[in-house]
């Protein structure tokens, strides 16, 4: 969280050191804008429908009052705990900018739902800005109406965000505890098969890379060498297969790394999932506000034993483990 406190300080000195001192704006003329925002945990609704009720709410507001809405920010599947969004950040630039003096939400909790930092933009950043802010259905409008319940509304929306992640995190580990495969994408050699339970089952196109790796691992190949002949053969890497079955991951520079390395293929021939094994949990959320990371210790992790159907033998994945070693006692 101390990165977005930052930023919020950030907002405010940089627009007040461009020049941006607050302005009389009384009576100058309102470019209002509509911020949208739905988390992927919010009552579980569909995007799609959410995101449209909440435009046409604001937009028949704005119309009713008489208020010209000049841009629309909207972010999709982004939680209200992080402050850290890419349309969010849009809109305070273009606050800083001077290009918009009238924001409207459909309630608080669309603005965020981490008190601390949902108050300093209410009580502090939009009014030194001269910002006209309106959470339509908590009946506020910073123009009229009193301050005093907005820290609390605050605070029921950051304990709201704070039982949803609970109830995550417990749902979750259920499914992992029961052999649901709980990961975004299957690992590689594996495709994802709809359950409950999710459950991995080979993927005819890359299954037979896998066996190829740690066979040539059981061999004594280095992982160098079996990243090198699979990249000279042109075999795509875990990312870049990845980036064909789901293209949209190309729009964010999925594939940084486009070919085999050594530590790719080292990780694959220890990962117990190609001996058909689920072990999950290994990592948690630093908090629910944080979309940071930490490793769990080992007695955390979730192992529901043998799940799906494996890749490899456990003879031959004891013997890549055995010439991994070897090389190691020989350094």
């Not at 108050?119 to 339509?136: D, H, K």
Request: charged share 30%; glycine share 6%.
């Amino acid at each position: 969280m101390q990165y977005e406190h930052d930023t919020y300080d950030r907002h405010l000195k940089r627009g007040n050191a461009a020049g941006q001192q607050p302005q009389n704006r009384e009576g100058s003329h309102l470019r209002g804008a509509i911020y949208l925002r739905l988390s992927k945990d919010d009552d579980g609704r569909k995007e799609s429908s959410s995101i449209g009720s909440q435009r046409r709410l604001l937009l028949r507001y704005a119309q009713e009052k008489g208020f010209p809405i000049v841009r629309e920010y909207s972010d999709d599947g982004w939680s209200g705990t992080t402050f850290d969004r890419p349309a969010f950040q849009e809109m305070i630039r273009d606050i800083k900018r001077g290009e918009i003096n009238l924001v409207m939400t459909k309630d608080l909790s669309r603005l965020g739902r981490d008190y601390i930092l949902s108050g300093q933009y209410t009580e502090l950043f939009f009014p030194s800005m001269n910002v006209r802010f309106i959470a339509v259905n908590d009946g506020y409008d910073s123009a009229v109406s009193d301050m005093d319940l907005i820290p609390f509304r605050n605070i029921i929306n950051e304990m709201y965000a704070r039982d949803i992640s609970r109830k995550i995190r417990s749902s979750l580990r259920t499914r992992m505890e029961d052999g649901s495969y709980i990961g975004n994408f299957a690992p590689y050699g594996y495709i994802k098969q709809p359950g409950p339970p999710v459950q991995l089952i080979p993927d005819p196109e890359t299954a037979s890379i896998v066996k190829e790796i740690f066979s040539m691992g059981a061999e004594g190949r280095t992982p160098a060498e079996i990243a090198d002949s699979l990249n000279q053969r042109k075999i795509p890497s875990p990312a870049v297969y990845r980036c064909l079955k789901h293209p949209w991951l190309c729009e964010n520079n999925y594939t940084v790394k486009r070919i085999w390395t050594a530590n790719s293929v080292l990780k694959m021939l220890h990962n117990p999932v190609y001996l058909g094994r689920m072990i999950q949990g290994k990592s948690r959320k630093l908090s629910f506000k944080s979309r940071l990371t930490v490793a769990n210790p080992a007695e955390l992790w979730v192992d529901a034993g043998r799940t799906h159907e494996p890749l490899v033998s456990e003879a031959v994945f004891e013997a890549c483990k055995e010439e991994i070693q070897k090389r190691r006692c020989r350094r």
